[in-house]
Nanobody
Framework: QVQLVESGGGLVQAGESLRLSCAAS????????MGWYRQAPGKQRDLVAR????????????DYADSAKGRFTISRDNAKNTVYLQMSSLKPEDTAVYYC???????????????WGQGTLVTVSS
């Protein structure tokens, strides 16, 4: 009923930048939260950044993991139901699979869902 399409992962060298995108589509009524998590090999999946916003009230707030503050920027295009993660000054320890996560209301019947993307691999070489 809801699909998330992620893009933008890849192999970069330390210090370079990447931008991840995640577009949501389907029977969407409204989106409350859009965020990015990451999971490195052998580790748990952790929050990187998320943005909470309402297109009807213009409210928006975001929070970041300490490791992302000052280097990563999350943004959202409400018209396109898309969230972006601009990552700068990448480090080898940023290497992980990055997952998009969306909390939204859908129709047919109306209910709240939390949906995960398939993940996109980011590899940062030293």
């Amino acid at each position: 009923q809801v699909q998330l399409v992620e893009s933008g992962g890849g192999l970069v060298q330390a210090g370079e930048s990447l931008r991840l995108s995640c577009a949501a589509s389907g029977s969407i009524l409204s989106i409350n939260v859009m965020g990015w998590y990451r999971q490195a090999p052998g580790k748990q999946r952790d929050l990187v950044a998320r943005i909470i916003s309402s297109s009807s009230t213009n409210y928006a707030d975001s929070d970041y993991a300490d490791s992302a503050k000052g280097r990563f920027t999350i943004s959202r295009d409400n018209a396109k139901n898309t969230v972006y993660l601009q990552m700068s000054s990448l480090k080898p320890e940023d290497t992980a699979v990055y997952y998009c996560n969306v909390g939204l209301f859908v129709s047919g019947p109306r209910r709240y869902l939390e949906v995960w993307g398939q993940g996109t691999l980011v590899t940062v070489s030293s």
